[in-house]
C-alpha cells in the first residue's frame, strides 16, 4: 500500500523531531558565559577546602560554572557530608542553595565511574546529574559506554570520555589518546564525546591544539589547563603564560562553535590560587573581547 503525501511528510517531521530529541540535550544558559564561552573551574582546583568554598572561590575568581568531583567535602559545618551521587537530597538542596547565593551554575560532575556493569551505580550517578540539573558527566569508564549510552539517551545528559596522561607501563590504559577516545564515540550518539583535558596531554607530549582539532564536534567539556612547557609532568602556569597555545585553542572552539563548558583546572598554588585563575577567566574575557 502507498503512503501518502501527507502521511509521508507528517512521518519525515516526526523522524526530524526524534533526531533532535536524540542529540540535543538542554544547553548550558547565556547568563553562564564569560566572554564567548561558558567558562568556571573544576572544583578540584580547591581541593584543599570545602565544595561550599570551592563555589565561592569560582565566584570570586569570575567564573560562572563549577565541575563536581566525588569526595570533597561539603561545607565547614558538616566535614563528615561528602559530595558525591551517593548524598541525601537535603544535603544535596544545600548545594544547591549555595549554588544560587553565589551565582555559579553546576554543569558538570566527574571523574566519576561504578564497578564495572554496575547498572544500579551509574543510573545513581545520572539520577544525581538530573537532580542538579548538569549538562554533563565526565568519566574514564570506556568498559562501560554500552550501558553508559543506554543511559545518556534515557536521561538526555551528555558524558565526557577524561584522559590523564601516558602510563607507559600500562598498556591497558588508553583513554590518554584522543585518537582511541575518538575511535570509542564516534559511532555512538553524539551526546557522548570528551572531557578534554589540556594538561594531561600535554604532559604527554601532545600539543592541545592539534587534539581539539582531532576531536571536533565530540567535545563536551574541557579542564583547561596551561603548562610552562609540552612533554613535561610539571605544575600549571597561569592560563594564557604558557605553551600550551591557550589562544589558538579558544580560536579553534569558537570555530568549531563549542557550546560546552570549559573548567579551569589549575593544579598550582594550591592554597592561594583564586589570584591566578581570575588571571585565566580574564585572560578567556579579554580573549572574547578582542576576537568578537
Same mark, same amino acid.
Do not use: R
Given at each position: 500500500?502507498? $503512503?501518502?503525501?501527507?502521511?509521508?511528510?507528517k512521518f519525515a517531521i516526526l523522524l526530524l523531531c526524534n533526531a533532535a530529541a536524540t542529540v540535543f540535550a538542554a544547553p548550558i544558559p547565556d547568563d553562564c558565559k564569560v566572554g564567548d564561552f561558558f567558562a568556571g573551574c573544576q572544583a578540584y582546583t580547591f581541593n584543599r577546602f570545602t565544595a561550599f568554598e570551592a563555589i565561592e572561590k569560582t565566584s570570586q575568581a569570575g567564573g560562572k560554572v563549577i565541575e563536581f568531583y566525588p569526595g570533597q567535602k561539603l561545607s565547614a559545618d558538616q566535614p563528615d557530608i561528602k559530595l558525591d551521587h551517593k548524598m541525601s537530597d537535603n544535603a544535596l538542596q544545600k548545594l544547591k542553595d549555595e549554588l544560587a547565593k553565589n551565582h555559579v551554575r553546576a554543569v558538570s560532575?566527574?571523574?566519576?565511574? %561504578?564497578?564495572?556493569?554496575?547498572e544500579a551505580e551509574w543510573r545513581? $550517578?545520572?539520577?544525581? %546529574?538530573?537532580k542538579l540539573g548538569l549538562y554533563s558527566i565526565t568519566t574514564e569508564s570506556v568498559?562501560?559506554?554500552?550501558?553508559?549510552?543506554?543511559?545518556?539517551?534515557?536521561?538526555d545528559i551528555r558524558l565526557g570520555i577524561h584522559e590523564h596522561r601516558h602510563q607507559a607501563g600500562n598498556p591497558d590504559y588508553k583513554v590518554w589518546d584522543p585518537k582511541y577516545v575518538l575511535s570509542v564515540v564516534k559511532n555512538r550518539d553524539p551526546r557522548i564525546g570528551a572531557c578534554a583535558d589540556t594538561g594531561h596531554w600535554a604532559t604527554s607530549g601532545l600539543q592541545p591544539l592539534d587534539c581539539?582539532?582531532?576531536? +571536533?564536534?565530540r567535545i563536551i567539556g574541557? +579542564?583547561?589547563?596551561d603548562r610552562p612547557e $609540552?612533554?613535561?609532568? $610539571? *605544575?600549571?602556569?597561569?592560563?594564557?603564560?604558557g605553551a600550551s597555545n591557550i589562544a589558538g585553542i579558544l580560536a579553534e572552539l569558537k570555530r568549531q562553535k563549542f557550546q560546552g563548558f570549559i573548567a579551569l583546572?589549575?593544579?598550582?598554588?594550591?592554597? +592561594?590560587?583564586? *589570584?591566578?585563575? %581570575?588571571?585565566g577567566i580574564g585572560f578567556i574575557r579579554g580573549w572574547s573581547a578582542k576576537n568578537h
Open positions: 500500500m502507498n $503512503i501518502s503525501s501527507c502521511s509521508k511528510a560532575y566527574g571523574v566519576v565511574g %561504578a564497578k564495572s556493569g554496575d545513581q $550517578i545520572f539520577e544525581f %546529574a538530573k568498559q562501560d559506554l554500552d550501558l553508559i549510552e543506554k543511559l545518556v539517551k534515557e536521561y581539539i582539532k582531532l576531536l +571536533h564536534g574541557l +579542564h583547561l589547563k $609540552i612533554g613535561k609532568e $610539571i *605544575p600549571d602556569t597561569i592560563l594564557g603564560t583546572e589549575y593544579e598550582n598554588n594550591w592554597d +592561594h590560587s583564586v *589570584p591566578d585563575v %581570575a588571571q
